[in-house]
């Protein structure tokens, strides 16, 4: 039974560029969400993906944003990158929409320079 | 939205000995999870528990969501038992909020 499973899992880009993550979910979930995770803090909740569609959204910029494949992979993209946006992205799936256990990924480490 | 708070901050155990880490939460939920994150950032699910006691191992975990609160017992600690704990209320379809993190370092 494959977990969650994110690439790259680690990653180094400059300011002002764009990054992609990449999920896949546990076998037999159907929603993704995705979270950051700053060096000494718990994780933040970013968005949700439910059917292909964003279903809620934390506090983040519009510069965030993401998309949910019909094999229930999704993506984050990040735009205009900060050095704020340094941290570690991590991606939890869940089944029936996410109201029961929840499980992550590795995550992504991102250094923005 | 709601708080969740994590009771101590930081730990340090000696081998051998158990220890309480309590998880405040302020307003009602669906439900809780309790985490164990790795050096390299894993996220491992320790416990899924909406009310009640569960246990695993040397581990077990006690919610009670009328008084908005959970507890999670180490007992005989390890030094694998090292990192961090974070607790996380689910509510809203499936949102995490996590609290802060309780740090515990176990010496031999």
């Known amino acids: 039974d494959a977990g969650v499973t994110q690439s790259p899992t680690h990653l180094i880009k400059t300011r002002g560029q764009q990054v992609t993550l990449r999920c896949s979910p546990k076998?037999?979930?159907?929603?993704v969400s995705w979270y950051q995770q700053a060096l000494g803090q718990g994780p933040q909740f970013i968005f949700q993906?439910?059917?292909?569609?964003?279903?809620q959204r934390g506090n983040f910029p519009d510069r965030f944003s993401g998309h949910q494949f019909p094999n229930y992979s999704s993506e984050l993209n990040v735009n205009a990158l900060l050095l704020g946006d340094s941290a570690l992205y991590l991606c939890?799936?869940?089944?029936?929409?996410?109201?029961?256990?929840?499980?992550f990924g590795p995550g992504t480490r991102l250094t923005v320079t | 939205g709601i708080q969740v708070e994590q009771s101590p901050p930081d730990l340090i155990l000696q081998e051998g000995a158990n220890s309480t880490l309590r998880c405040n939460f302020s307003?009602?939920?669906?439900?809780l999870q309790w985490f164990h994150q790795n050096p390299w950032g894993q996220l491992i699910n320790l416990f899924y528990?909406?009310?009640g006691t569960k246990q695993n191992g040397r581990l077990s975990a006690t919610t009670v969501a009328t008084e908005r609160y959970s507890l999670l017992y180490i007992s005989s600690s390890q030094t694998t038992d090292s990192g961090v704990y974070f607790c996380?209320?689910?509510?809203?379809?499936?949102?995490?909020?996590f609290g802060a993190g309780t740090q515990v370092v176990v010496t031999p």
């Open positions: 939890a799936s869940g089944d029936r929409g996410a109201v029961y256990e929840q499980y």
């Open positions: 076998s037999g979930h159907d929603t």
């Open positions: 993906y439910y059917e292909e569609e964003e279903r």
């Open positions: 307003d009602s939920v669906n439900n």
């Open positions: 528990i909406p009310s």
């Open positions: 996380a209320v689910v509510y809203s379809w499936g949102k995490l909020q």
